[in-house]
């Protein structure tokens, strides 16, 4: 696999874009009329869902191209999609039950949004688990390729639950019904979020797949000193 | 509250960043710091 920079540069990047469209939304952004000053977690709440989603949407994508061209470096891409992912996801959660608790009075509430967001993060985190007690990484590749496109069908329902049934989570926004005051720090951070995601993505798989390197290669030969026996090789 | 609007969530702003920049600098670092490893196991050993 390539060893260039490109995924260390994306994460800075993100990084970079993060701290300014925080500052933006932290100290210069208005208050909402209603929510008030909680209304700014927002600036790092959506665009973390947006991107946690899209993760898995790329875990989704590696895991169909494992399946069909097979190969331990699309199984590598999955792995880092699938932890991105989980991370994005859980963080998402832990971001909106601080948010619920000024807003909703409570930290969680079993409303179909927050029950399928809740489920996708222990489905995918539940995949990455198992895939540690598999020691075959052919074996591995292929059930954790399909059961990752099993439980992507959780991430349309993810995105629908607010409209198929009565949730207490809002509708998806669009720009006309955000006001403009409030586009850029949202615009920006994500695309901070995106550019970290991206970055990471590849360096996980760039682990994954010298890991895979190492399970797959074969032993050392064991080296004996020029002139001695393979008894007294073996004790020095 | 009586108005419908919510005061003091400064805390809540601050606590939602917080665990932010925590988790994602925390999850960034243990990348980089796993992958720099890695790379150094896998590196062919000088002769």
């Known amino acids: 696999m390539a060893q260039g920079k490109l995924p260390h540069y994306s994460v800075a990047l993100g990084a970079l874009l993060l701290l300014w469209g925080s500052s933006w939304g932290l100290f210069f952004a208005p208050a909402e009329t209603y929510m008030g000053d909680v209304q700014r977690i927002m600036y790092v709440h959506v665009p973390t869902a947006w991107n946690g989603m899209l993760a898995l949407t790329i875990a989704f994508f590696f895991a169909v191209v494992s399946l069909w061209k097979g190969g331990l470096g699309w199984d590598a891409r999955l792995e880092g999609a699938l932890e991105v992912g989980v991370v994005l996801c859980t963080l998402l959660c832990m971001q909106g039950a601080i948010w619920a608790k000024p807003t909703w009075g409570v930290w969680w509430d079993w409303d179909p949004r927050l029950t399928t967001t809740a489920v996708l993060v222990f489905a995918f985190g539940g995949i990455l688990a198992l895939r540690q007690f598999v020691d075959d990484p052919v074996k591995r590749a292929t059930w954790s390729a399909v059961a990752a496109i099993i439980a992507f069908a959780d991430v349309p329902i993810v995105y629908f639950s607010v409209r198929w049934w009565n949730s207490l989570h809002q509708l998806q926004s669009s720009p006309a019904t955000v006001s403009r005051a409030f586009h850029w720090p949202l615009r920006i951070n994500a695309f901070g979020i995106l550019f970290l995601m991206s970055g990471l993505i590849a360096l996980r798989a760039r682990l994954a797949a010298l890991r895979r390197e190492d399970e797959v290669a074969p032993p050392l030969p064991v080296t004996v000193p020029h002139g001695a026996s393979f008894a007294e090789g073996a004790r020095s | ?47």
Do not use: E, H
């Open chain 2, 1 to 47: 509250m009586n108005d419908g609007v919510i005061r003091d969530g400064w805390t809540f702003v601050w606590a939602a960043y917080g665990v932010t920049a925590l988790i994602l600098t925390g999850y960034a670092t243990s990348v980089f710091l796993r992958y720099r490893s890695a790379r150094q196991k896998s590196a062919p050993v000088k002769p």
